[in-house]
C-alpha cells in the first residue's frame, strides 16, 4: 500500500513545474504541463452550481465530512462514465469509512442532471463550467480548436475551451489535501479497489 501511494505521488510530481510563474494567466496547453496542488495544500474556497443551478460552496462541504474530491472531463467522455459508474459501486464502502463523493466537471447543471440519472448516481456531481475551480486547483489545461464547440455546448456556453486532467482528491474536514492521484492520460482513472485502500490507510 506504502509503495502504491509513493507512485500516486510520483505520477503528480511528473508535471509539477516550479509553480507557475505565470498564475493562471496563460494556460497550460497540454495536460502534462499542469501544476496542480500538492498534498499538504488547502482546497479553494469556491462557489460551484449543483444539477439544480444552486449555489453550493465547496468549503462548507468539505467541513461536513472527509471528502473524495473527482474531477471528470464531462458526461460526453466515456472514460469518465465509466469511473463515474465505478464510483457508484463502491459509493457505500466509501460512506462506511466516514467519506463523502463529489465529483466535478465543466458541464452545465442539465447536463450533470443527464448524468445522474444515466447512472443512477447517488452521490453528488458539481458544475464548474466556467473553470475557475479546475484553474484553481491547477488542472485546467486548453484544448485545441476542434475540441471547443463541444465543450461549449456542454456546458451551455460558459466554458471557452479548458478541461481539467482527471483527478482523484482527498480532503480532510480541515480542507487539507491528505491524497491525490492525477494522470495526464484521460484513459487511466485510480481504481475503485485502490482508492478504498487509500481511504482506509488515512483512517488508520
Known amino acids: 500500500m506504502k509503495a502504491f501511494l509513493f507512485r500516486a505521488v510520483l505520477i503528480c ?4 513545474i516550479a509553480r507557475n510563474a505565470y498564475g493562471q494567466t496563460i494556460m497550460p496547453e497540454k495536460a502534462t504541463d499542469i501544476s496542480p496542488l500538492l498534498i499538504g495544500e488547502m482546497a479553494p474556497d469556491l462557489v460551484l452550481k449543483n444539477s439544480k443551478s444552486e449555489d453550493v ?12 474530491l473527482i474531477f471528470y472531463r464531462g458526461g460526453w467522455c466515456p472514460y469518465c462514465n465509466l469511473h463515474l459508474a465505478e464510483l457508484q459501486t463502491i459509493e457505500r464502502e466509501i460512506l462506511e469509512l466516514g467519506y463523502q463523493i463529489i465529483a466535478i466537471s465543466p458541464d452545465s447543471p442539465s447536463n450533470l442532471t443527464a ?13 464548474d ?9 491547477g488542472l485546467a489545461y486548453s484544448v ?7 465543450l461549449k455546448k456542454a456546458s451551455d456556453g460558459r466554458n471557452t475551451g479548458l478541461l481539467p486532467v482527471p483527478s482523484v482528491f482527498v480532503f480532510n474536514q480541515l480542507g487539507e489535501i ?15 479497489n485502490l482508492l478504498l485502500a487509500v481511504l482506509k490507510e488515512l483512517k488508520q
Open 115 to 127: 448524468s445522474i440519472e444515466k447512472h443512477r448516481l447517488n452521490y453528488s456531481l458539481l458544475s
Open 129 to 137: 463550467a466556467d473553470m475557475e475551480l479546475s484553474r484553481a486547483f
Open 57 to 68: 460552496k465547496l468549503a462548507d462541504l468539505i467541513k461536513s465530512r472527509p471528502t473524495v
Open 178 to 192: 491528505m491524497f491525490e492521484y492525477i494522470n495526464p492520460d484521460y484513459k487511466k482513472r485510480l481504481k475503485g
Open 13 to 16: 510530481l511528473t508535471f509539477l
Open 144 to 150: 485545441p480548436e476542434t475540441s471547443k464547440e463541444r
